[in-house]
C-alpha cells in the first residue's frame, strides 16, 4: 500500500495483509436451522409431488408443441384480450415449447429448495500468487532458456526476427484491397443531367408542373433512366443518391435558393439525402417549409437554400435546378453543383 | 438401483483410467458457490447467449444471405409481386411459411435484447459491489469486450434481413464510416464492395455475425467462466463469510439443480414472450429502398445512447484546406464511446491509484460502503440514460407534444448539469447510510419502545443487532481509506521528497476526503452494552412489551 513511510495505515499493507475479524464480530456459521420438508416427512411428500406435477407437465406441454406443430395452420389466428389477434400458430408453438422449458426449469430449482440438503458448506481460499520461491525458480528457468537461446548475445537474429514478425501481417492487410473498388469520385456524381426528365420514384410516371399544388410536394422523384440502370447493376446504389424530392411555393415565398432561377414557377427540388448520414428525409411541413429528417432531425428550410436551421447535420440540401422540357413534363436543368448524401473526408 | 450404480461405476472408471478425471471431480463436484439473487444476473446473459447460438444455427439453415434482387411470391399476401433481396425474401420464408420459424426468429431476437440487458445490469452489480479489485481486473476487462463485442453482434444481427429499419440503420453506420479522416470513402468502398447498398454487404455481415463475432465471444466468454471458476466466487460479507473462506452451496447437487434449472426457466420465458409478443416485424417494414424510410425509425435500445449521442450534437464541421472533418459524426459516434468504454474498462486501476490497495477483495462491498465510486457509477448511468432519452427525442416529442427543439436543447444542457448533481447526490445519500450503520453498530437497533424516565424524559430503547447484521456492517472498516498524503518535503537525511505521486494524491483525496470513520471494536462494545442493559431493564418493568422492528 503506497502510504507514506511511518505514518499509520487503516489497513496493512502486505498482499494479502487482512484485519483480522474479532471471533465474536464473525462467528462461525453458527446452528443450520431447519425446513419444514427436512422435519415433516408429509411436507417432503407434497414437496417431492410438486415436483413431480411440473416434469409431467413439461412432458405434456413437449406433446402438445407436435400436435400444435402439426395441426395448426400458418395462417390461422386468434383474439387474446389485450394483446390483439394474433398468429395461432405463432402462439400455440411459443405457449407449449416455452411451457415445457420453464416447467423443467421450476421443477428442479422446487427440488433443490425443498428436498436437497440446504446446509452452507465452507471452501477456503488460497492466495493466488506463487510463493517467492517458484518465482524465483521460474525466473531462474526464464533466464536459462533465453541464456542457451542466445537471443540476447545475437542481435541480428533478434532483430530480424522482429523484422520480420512485424512484416507478416502486410499480406493480410493487403489481401483486404479486392474487397472493394477504390473510392474515386463516384460520391460526387448522380445519375441528373441536363435534361434528365423527373419521375415518380415508385411509379416512374414523369411529373407535369400542375401535378403539384401550391402548398404541395412529391416526397420521392428520380431520374427517368434509374430502371434501366438499376436493371443493368442489379443494385440500389444510383437511387441512393439521385432522389429527390419535389416541393412548390408561392414564388414570393421562397426567400432565396442555392441556384438562381433554379425553380420553376415556385417548384424547387433538393436531394433527398440528409446531409447529415444518408437517411431519405421525408417529412415536411407545408406551413413552414421545413424539412425534417425522421433518423437524426436534422431540419432544413426549403424556403432558403435548403439550410440546415436545427439538428445534427453540418451542410445544406443540394438544390437541384429544374425546368420544362418541350412535352411540358419537368426535367432537370443541369445536374447537382455539390456532392449529395453524408460529409466526407475528401468532400471539401 | 444397482444396476445404475454399476453403470455410473463402470463409466467413471473408464473414463478416468483414460484422463485421471478422478482427481479434477474430488476438488470440483462439491464446488462452493455462495447464494445471492445478484449473482443470477451473468448467469442469465450465459444462458441467453446459448439460447442465441441454438436458435441462431437453425435460423441459418433457412436464412439466405444474398442481396441479389427476386419477386416475392410467399404466403404474406401483402407483399405479394414486389421486387426484394433474398435475404429480406427468406426471412419472410422464416416468418410466414417455416412451421415454428416465426418462434425462433423472434426467440433469437428477445434472448439478443435480453443477452445485452443481461450484460450490462450483471456489469453493474459488479461494478456498484467492486468485484473488479484484485485478483479480479483481468476478468473485467474481458467483460468490458464482452459487452462492446455483444452490442456489435446485435447490430450486425438485425442489420441481415434487409428490410427497411435495417437498411436505414446500415445506411447511417456507412454515414459514420464516411466520416473518418482520411480513410473513410476507401473503408466504406471496401466494406460495401462499391458505393452503398451494393450487392456485397449482407453476404459479408452474415459471415461477420454468425462466426467472427459469435467465435470471438465465446472464446471470451470461456475465459470470463473459467476465471470465475478458478478464482472463486466473490461473496458478500456476513456471519461465517470472510476474505479467506467461500460460504455457499455446492456444485452437486444444488447448483447443478439450481443453475441447470435456471437456464430452463430463462428460456422458457423467452419463449413464452416470443409465443405472445411480436418483435421487429420486418414484413410490416417492406424490403430496404434507399429512397423510403419511416419516421420514428427506432434501433434496438442497446443502440438507443449511440443514435441519441449522435442526435443531440451540435452540427459542428471543419474544413481543412479543403479536407472535411465531420466532428458532428466523429465526436458522438467513435470519439465520445471510444473514451467511455476506456474509462470503463481501465476504472479498476483508476481506483486502485485513489487506494493505494494491493490486498485481494473476495468480500463484497455494499454499494455505500464505497461512496465516491458508487456516485461516479451513478452519475455514468444518468449520463448515459440521458443519451439514450435522446435516441428516443422525436419519440417523446410525439407524445407529449413537445417541440423536438427544446427536447434536444434539454438534453444539451442537462448532460453538463445532470451526471455532476447525480455525482453529489449518490455519494451524499451513501455517507448518510454509513453514518445510520455506524449509529447502528454503535447503538443497536431502534426497538420503537419509548421510556419515560422518572424526571420525565423520553428516549428510544436501542436493542443490540443481530450477529449477521453485525457482521455485515462490519465489512465496512475492511475498505476505509484515508487520503494518501504526500510525505514531509524534506526526510531526516534531507533529502527531498520526490515529487511524483501527486496525481494519485489528488485522485485520493477525491475518494476519500470525505469518509465516515466507522466504529471501534471499543465504541462498538461500549454502546452495545449499553442497548442490552437499557432493554433488560424495560423488559424487567415489564410494562411495556418488545416492539417488532
Known amino acids: 500500500m503506497l502510504r507514506v513511510v511511518g505514518s499509520e495505515s487503516q489497513v496493512s499493507d502486505s498482499t494479502g495483509g487482512e484485519l483480522e475479524p474479532r471471533p465474536d464480530h464473525n462467528p462461525d456459521l453458527g446452528p443450520h436451522e431447519l425446513r419444514r420438508t427436512d422435519t415433516d416427512p408429509r411436507a417432503a411428500k407434497r414437496a417431492e409431488r410438486q415436483v413431480a406435477v411440473m416434469f409431467g407437465g413439461s412432458i405434456v406441454a413437449t406433446i402438445l408443441f407436435v400436435v400444435a406443430f402439426v395441426t395448426v395452420g400458418n395462417t390461422d389466428t386468434i383474439t387474446i384480450p389485450l394483446i390483439g389477434e ?263 | 438401483m444397482s444396476t445404475t450404480n454399476r453403470v455410473v461405476e463402470t463409466t467413471a472408471t473408464w473414463v478416468d483410467d483414460r484422463i485421471g478425471a478422478g482427481k479434477w471431480m474430488k476438488k470440483n463436484l462439491r464446488k462452493v458457490f455462495p447464494d445471492h439473487w445478484s449473482f443470477m444476473l451473468g448467469e442469465i446473459a450465459l444462458y441467453s447467449f446459448i439460447i442465441l447460438l441454438l436458435t441462431g444455427v437453425y435460423l441459418t439453415l433457412f436464412f439466405n444471405p444474398s442481396m441479389k434482387e427476386v419477386v416475392y411470391d410467399g404466403s404474406y399476401a401483402p407483399l405479394q409481386g414486389i421486387k426484394m433481396t433474398q435475404a429480406y425474401e427468406s426471412t419472410l420464408r422464416i416468418s410466414f411459411d417455416v412451421r415454428g420459424g416465426l418462434l425462433l426468429r423472434q426467440l433469437h431476437h428477445w434472448a439478443a435484447l435480453l443477452f445485452v440487458a443481461s450484460v450490462s445490469v450483471h456489469m453493474f452489480r459488479v461494478f456498484f459491489t467492486g468485484a473488479f479489485r484484485k485478483p479480479r481486473e483481468l476478468n473485467w476487462i474481458i467483460g468490458v469486450g464482452l459487452m462492446t463485442l455483444a452490442i456489435l453482434e446485435g447490430f450486425a444481427g438485425y442489420s441481415l434481413p434487409d428490410d427497411l429499419l435495417s437498411g436505414t440503420g446500415l445506411r447511417i453506420a456507412q454515414g459514420i464510416v464516411l466520416s473518418i479522416p482520411l480513410v473513410g470513402s476507401y473503408v466504406s468502398s471496401f466494406l460495401f464492395g462499391g458505393e452503398f447498398p451494393g450487392t456485397d454487404f449482407i453476404p459479408r455481415l452474415y459471415s461477420i455475425h454468425i462466426l467472427l463475432i459469435p467465435g470471438i465471444l465465446l472464446g471470451m466468454l470461456t475465459a470470463h467462466l473459467l476465471l470465475v471458476w478458478y478464482q472463486k466466487h466473490t461473496q458478500f460479507p456476513g456471519v461465517g463469510r470472510t476474505n479467506k473462506n467461500v460460504v455457499g452451496f455446492p456444485l452437486f447437487p444444488v447448483y447443478t439443480a439450481k443453475a441447470g434449472g435456471f437456464f430452463f426457466i430463462v428460456s422458457g420465458v423467452l419463449t413464452l414472450i416470443s409465443g405472445l409478443f411480436s418483435i421487429n416485424p420486418i414484413w410490416l417494414y417492406g424490403p430496404y429502398v434507399p429512397d423510403q424510410v419511416t419516421a420514428g425509425s427506432q434501433p434496438d435500445w442497446y443502440i438507443g445512447w449511440l443514435d441519441g ?111 455532476p448533481l447525480v455525482f453529489v447526490f449518490t455519494k451524499r445519500a451513501c455517507l448518510g447510510l454509513q453514518r445510520r450503520d455506524r449509529d447502528k453498530l454503535l447503538h443497536g437497533r431502534e426497538t420503537g419502545i419509548i421510556k419515560r424516565s422518572p424526571e420525565g424524559e423520553y428516549t428510544e430503547v436501542h436493542a443490540p443487532i443481530s450477529q449477521k447484521e453485525r457482521a455485515q456492517l462490519l465489512a465496512v472498516r475492511e475498505v476505509d481509506y484515508t487520503p494518501i498524503e504526500a510525505g514531509p518535503a524534506v526526510d531526516e537525511n534531507g533529502v527531498a521528497a520526490p515529487k511524483k505521486g501527486r496525481m494519485g494524491r489528488a485522485l485520493s483525496r477525491f475518494y476519500f476526503q470525505d469518509r465516515v470513520v466507522p466504529a471501534t471494536d471499543e465504541e462498538i462494545d461500549e454502546g452495545q452494552h449499553h442497548a442490552a442493559d437499557q432493554l433488560d431493564t424495560v423488559r424487567q418493568q415489564g410494562s411495556i412489551t418488545t416492539g417488532s422492528h
Open chain 2, 309 to 419: 449521442a449522435v442526435r443531440v450534437i451540435p452540427n459542428w464541421e471543419t474544413v481543412i484546406f479543403g479536407y472535411n472533418i465531420s466532428w458532428n459524426i466523429l465526436l458522438p459516434a467513435l470519439i465520445i464511446p471510444g473514451i467511455m468504454f476506456t474509462l470503463l474498462a481501465l476504472y479498476p486501476w483508476i481506483e486502485a491509484k485513489a487506494t493505494g490497495d494491493k490486498r485481494e477483495h473476495h468480500l463484497l462491498d455494499r454499494p455505500r460502503n464505497a461512496p465516491t465510486r458508487t456516485g461516479l457509477g451513478a452519475m455514468a448511468i444518468s449520463f448515459y440514460g440521458l443519451l439514450w432519452i435522446s435516441g428516443g427525442n422525436d419519440i417523446i416529442a410525439q407524445a407529449f407534444g413537445w417541440s423536438i427543439n427544446s427536447i434536444t436543447w434539454t438534453i444539451r444542457v442537462l448532460l453538463f448539469v445532470l451526471p
Open chain 1, 86 to 348: 394474433i398468429g395461432a400458430q405463432n402462439l400455440t408453438l411459443g405457449l407449449a415449447l416455452g411451457l415445457g422449458s420453464f416447467l423443467v426449469g421450476a421443477g428442479a430449482i422446487q427440488w433443490a429448495r425443498k428436498l436437497m440438503s440446504d446446509e452452507e458448506i465452507v471452501d477456503e481460499r488460497k492466495p493466488f500468487a506463487s510463493d517467492s520461491e517458484t518465482r524465483a525458480k521460474v525466473a531462474a528457468d526464464f533466464a536459462m532458456g533465453a541464456e542457451e537461446s542466445g537471443v540476447m548475445k545475437r542481435p541480428l537474429i533478434r532483430r530480424t526476427l522482429l523484422g520480420a514478425m512485424l512484416l507478416l501481417p502486410v499480406p493480410a492487410i493487403v489481401m483486404l484491397r479486392d474487397l472493394g473498388p477504390l473510392p474515386e469520385t463516384k460520391s460526387r456524381d448522380t445519375l441528373w443531367r441536363k435534361g434528365s426528365r423527373i419521375v415518380q420514384s415508385v411509379s416512374y410516371k414523369p411529373i407535369r408542373p400542375e401535378d403539384i399544388p401550391i402548398g404541395g410536394l412529391i416526397a420521392g422523384a428520380v431520374p427517368a433512366n434509374l430502371p434501366i440502370v438499376e436493371e443493368e447493376d442489379g443494385n440500389l446504389n444510383e437511387r441512393a443518391k439521385a432522389a429527390i424530392i419535389l416541393v412548390r411555393m408561392a414564388p414570393n415565398e421562397i426567400r432565396s435558393q442555392q441556384i438562381k432561377n433554379g425553380d420553376f414557377q415556385g417548384i424547387l427540388a433538393f436531394s433527398k439525402i440528409c446531409t447529415h448520414l444518408g437517411c431519405p428525409i421525408a417529412l415536411y411541413q407545408q406551413r413552414t417549409k421545413h424539412l425534417l429528417c425522421p433518423c437524426h432531425q436534422s431540419t432544413f428550410d426549403l424556403a432558403d437554400d435548403g439550410n440546415v436551421i436545427f439538428g445534427p447535420a453540418a451542410r445544406r440540401l443540394p438544390q437541384l435546378a429544374i425546368t420544362v422540357d418541350a412535352d411540358g413534363f419537368l426535367v432537370a436543368a443541369d445536374g447537382f453543383q455539390e456532392p449529395v448524401g453524408p460529409s466526407f473526408w475528401e468532400r471539401g
